[in-house]
Nanobody, 128 residues
Framework: QVQLVESGGGLVRAGGPLRLSCAASGRTFSIDAMGWFRQAPGKEREFVAAVKWNGGRTVYADSVKGRFTISMDNAKNTRYLQMSTLKPEDTADYYC?????????????????????WGQGTQVTVSS
């Protein structure tokens, strides 16, 4: 089992930065990939970004490409979503998720059903 805990959400003005953290515990050695998703009120959960747990390939949604970046701290089993130039439309609950079975060499999952462990979410509100 893998447990995930997000933190770092909050209220930020448009154009500002925010960094979300996702700390993993448990059977972290089994993680193949980690993803970030978000869900705004009344909307479906949407893909934001994903990274191979051991580094290397990343993929970002077009809506955040160039503004969001995933970084890693392997010693802390933590992955970060660095968000910059935030927009009001980035307002949502953000979730990190882990996939603990291999998805394929070099491939990254981008749909919620491909992940089997989820954090509790952290709220991000961007004011205009």
């Amino acid at each position: 089992q893998v447990q995930l805990v997000e933190s770092g959400g909050g209220l930020v003005r448009a154009g500002g930065p925010l960094r979300l953290s996702c700390a993993a515990s448990g059977r972290t050695f089994s993680i193949d990939a980690m993803g970030w998703f978000r869900q705004a009120p009344g909307k479906e959960r949407e893909f934001v970004a994903a990274v191979k747990w051991n580094g290397g390939r990343t993929v970002y949604a077009d809506s955040v490409k160039g503004r969001f970046t995933i970084s890693m701290d392997n010693a802390k089993n933590t992955r970060y979503l660095q968000m910059s130039t935030l927009k009001p439309e980035d307002t949502a609950d953000y979730y990190c998720a882990a996939r603990t079975t291999p998805y394929g060499p070099g491939a990254l999952p981008t749909i919620p059903s491909a992940f089997d462990s989820w954090g509790q979410g952290t709220q991000v509100t961007v004011s205009s």
